[in-house]
């Protein structure tokens, strides 16, 4: 079973940047895609952004032109590069093998003054 764990959440003020690993047990990104989802409370998990196996990515509107995801098959790692944070972006931010159930726990990412 492959395992997901995120870090690099936190706080940062609005207009800083974060960078959020999920780093695999298991070398798979070139037979799977990857997503990152986040979940704000009381609200429903959304997906932020996705990195298919052939290397095409796709972004939620809310956060286009200002979040990145990418991925080192040596580490095993996918990121999300945040820039431009808004205080809507906080949320816990998860990873997730796209189309399983195989989630990260979760990191907290904070944008408040």
């Known amino acids: 079973q492959v395992q997901l764990v995120e870090s690099g959440g936190g706080l940062v003020q609005p207009g800083g940047s974060l960078r959020l690993s999920c780093a695999a047990s298991k070398s798979i990104f070139s037979i799977y895609a990857m997503a990152w989802y986040r979940q704000a409370p009381g609200k429903q998990r959304e997906l932020v952004a996705r990195f298919t196996s052939d290397a095409t990515t796709n972004y939620a509107g809310s956060v286009k032109g200002r979040f990145t995801i990418s991925r080192d098959n040596a580490k095993n790692t996918v990121y999300l590069q945040m820039n431009s944070l808004k205080p809507e972006d906080t949320a816990v931010y998860y990873c997730?093998?796209?189309?399983?159930?195989?989630w990260g726990q979760g990191t907290q990412v904070t944008v408040s003054s």
């Open positions: 997730n093998l796209w189309s399983t159930a195989i």
